[in-house]
């Protein structure tokens, strides 16, 4: 079975870091680039963060740039997210997304159910 | 890395068909072919309705159609069900010679 389990969330202060983890089974981990998808919570989706198969590209978005770090370990079939920094609007379910297609589609076939991660005093 | 515009509802009664539109700009939908859409239901993790513009993934209905003009695409849901009330969302490669995905704000389909 295909499947994506995340790990990691929490409660966390403002300021604070969290690392976020997804393992991966059922397909071959290093043939897809992986991505992190958060959503707050009553809100829509928001792309956070995406890793090519090899992690030769990589990309932010704006919003976490320069405080999230996105790296795989192949060997582990996971995924990983650091997240420095963190702020109240963090807070959020976030979602490990693995591309449909090899060649990169942009496309988000597979998701975890999700880890919620709560920026809080 | 703007949001992709989405109307915040849209309905339609039983049978009949509708529309979800999302727009961007010249520099995501309107520049490349890697316009997705996804249904997400109540507590649950979206799902992949439509790939590449207008590819459907196995299993999904044909009843799902997607297409794109210009800077905006379009889902049309045929011959709705009750099933097919959830949140709807648009996404699309936005460039910048890096992975850069931008989603849309997500329609509330409403099945009258």
């Known amino acids: 079975e295909v499947q994506l389990v995340e790990s990691g969330g929490g409660l966390v202060q403002p300021g604070r870091s969290l690392r976020l983890s997804c393992a991966a089974s059922?397909?071959?981990?290093?043939?897809?680039?992986m991505h992190w998808v958060r959503q707050a919570p009553g809100k829509g989706l928001e792309w956070v963060s995406g890793?090519?198969?090899?992690?030769?590209?990589?990309g932010y978005a704006d919003s976490v740039k320069g405080r999230f770090t996105i790296s795989r370990d192949n060997a582990k079939n996971s995924l990983y997210l650091q997240m420095n920094s963190l702020r109240a609007e963090d807070t959020a379910l976030y979602y490990c997304?693995?591309?449909?297609?090899?060649?990169?589609?942009?496309?988000?076939?597979?998701w975890g159910q999700g880890t919620m991660v709560t920026v809080s005093s | 890395q703007s949001a992709l515009t989405q109307p915040p509802s849209a309905s339609g009664s039983p049978g009949q068909s509708v529309t979800i539109s999302c727009t961007g700009t010249?520099?995501?939908?309107?520049?490349?072919?890697?316009v997705s859409w996804y249904q997400q239901h109540p507590g649950k993790a979206p799902k992949l309705m439509i790939y590449?513009?207008?590819k459907r993934p196995s299993g999904v209905p044909d009843r799902f159609s997607g297409s794109k003009s210009g800077n905006t695409a379009s889902l049309t849901v045929s011959g709705l069900q009750a099933e097919d009330e959830a949140d709807y969302y648009c996404?699309?490669?936005?460039?910048?010679?890096?992975?850069?995905?931008?989603f849309g704000g997500g329609t509330k389909l409403t099945v009258l």
């Open positions: 059922g397909f071959t981990f290093d043939d897809y680039a």
């Open positions: 996404s699309s490669y936005a460039g910048s010679n890096n992975l850069n995905v931008v």
């Open positions: 890793i090519s198969w090899n992690s030769g590209s990589i």
């Open positions: 997304a693995k591309d449909s297609s090899k060649g990169d589609s942009f496309a988000f076939d597979i």
């Open positions: 590449e513009v207008s």
């Open positions: 010249s520099s995501d939908v309107g520049g490349y072919n890697y």
